[in-house]
């Protein structure tokens, strides 16, 4: 049986990211559109100081919301939390008090006004790479099968032996997949991957690593060296990873 991701077309770069800006004060939402708009990759859909005003002019969110906090009647968080399928979200606010919180919504970034051009390149910067790593990941068709993957990048498909993969890394919302030769990135997250997958041959060690058995060289501490390459095993998985070492042995 094989499993499909969903057929892309091959392109030479990655689209731009959409982006909003949303404050209720002037001066500090036009500091953002001004640094936004020194960046190719991030195209300006509009700048709004209120909530009601950016989803009567949006049809739908963008890739990217640059919001305030505190805005009189809104709060950008709690309206960041109620949507159901939020974008990326940068809070540019006053109030450094909201770190955590932004944390806890799974936010981009997190920005203490006022905002200065060195602060939005790097978060610029990330956003773009962020970007090119789902674009390039988007490029791939995998196909699953009993002893091989077809990885097809735009018109190439790549036959890649399972006994060639070393490790698997989460990215995301997608799974880079470490092998003798190359890597290569899919769609399918890793735990899906590793449903996939041989079950008696592979194992996670992580909530963002899962390795092949046989490559396993040795296990020290709380890391695990694969294929040279030293993993970190996660206190959840450690009884699991040892049974599997014995019964490969």
């Not at 500090?28 to 960046?39: G, N």
């Not at 060195?118 to 390039?136: I, S």
């Amino acid at each position: 049986m094989f499993i499909t991701s969903r057929p892309v077309e091959p392109t030479t770069a990655p689209p731009p990211l959409t982006c909003a800006v949303l404050d209720d004060e002037l001066l500090p939402r036009l500091a953002v559109v001004k640094a936004l708009r020194q960046h190719a990759g991030l195209q300006l859909l509009g700048q709004f100081a209120s909530v009601a005003e950016m989803t009567a002019a949006l049809p739908a969110p963008p890739d990217v919301l640059f919001l305030d906090i505190e805005m009189g009647a809104d709060n950008g968080m709690a309206y960041y939390k109620s949507l159901p399928q939020p974008p990326l979200a940068v809070f540019i606010t006053s109030h450094p008090e909201y770190a955590l919180d932004s944390i806890e919504a799974a936010a981009f970034d997190y920005i203490v006004k006022p905002l200065t051009d060195e602060r939005f390149a790097r978060v610029a910067a990330r956003l773009l790479e962020h970007q090119a790593l789902r674009h390039k990941a988007a490029l791939y068709e995998l196909h699953v099968g009993a002893e091989f993957l077809n990885i097809r990048e735009g018109y190439e498909t790549s036959r890649v032996p399972v006994q060639d993969i070393v490790y698997l890394e989460a990215l995301d919302n997608y799974t880079k997949i470490h092998t003798t030769r190359r890597r290569y990135l899919t769609l399918l997250n890793l735990k899906h991957l590793c449903e996939q997958l041989p079950p008696l041959r592979f194992v996670r060690i992580h909530r963002t690593f899962a390795v092949a058995l046989d490559k396993v060289n040795r296990l020290t501490g709380s890391e695990l060296i694969v294929g040279g390459t030293a993993l970190p095993v996660g206190r959840t998985y450690r009884q699991k990873l040892a049974e599997a070492l014995r019964e490969a042995h």
